[in-house]
């Protein structure tokens, strides 16, 4: 149990920072630092109160179709990632990777955090 680390999530954290680091500042230079977190707390005053909806006492409920769509249909809710754009993310993905070298070790952690955090988005 643990992942072979003894519970120990230190080697991932250093890896992931390392592999922020370069994710975050790639080709970027003349990075500064963010200013401090603003220390008054803005007001939310209103001059007549909100007018919030009311519910139907009759609502409508969507109907199903009497035939099923034929395949399915982007939502303009969602936005999704084309081929090109996973093809790029998987090549900086190698490139950083391919960056450990020959220290295996480094590059497992690296790829446990990319797999760590791409499973995130599932949860």
Same mark, same amino acid.
């Given at each position: 149990p643990g992942g072979g680390f003894g519970n120990d999530n230190t080697p991932f954290y250093n890896a992931f920072a390392s592999a922020w680091g370069k994710a975050t500042t790639n080709g970027l230079s003349d990075l500064?630092?963010?200013?401090?977190?603003p220390t008054s707390t803005p007001t939310t005053e209103f001059s007549t109160p909100p007018t919030l909806p009311q519910p139907?006492?009759?609502?409508?409920?969507?109907?199903?179709?009497s035939s099923p769509t034929p395949k399915p249909t982007r939502s303009p809710s969602f936005s999704f990632v084309f081929e090109?754009?996973?093809?790029? /993310?998987?090549?900086? =993905? *190698?490139?950083?990777?391919a960056a450990f070298g020959n220290d295996d070790t480094s590059r497992a952690h690296f790829l446990?955090? /990319?797999?760590?955090? =791409? *499973?995130?988005?599932?949860?």
């Open positions: 500064v630092p963010i200013g401090p977190a139907s006492a009759s609502p409508t409920l969507p109907q199903p179709s090109h754009e996973y093809d790029a /993310i998987d090549d900086d =993905v *190698a490139a950083l990777s446990g955090g /990319i797999v760590r955090l =791409v *499973a995130h988005d599932f949860m």
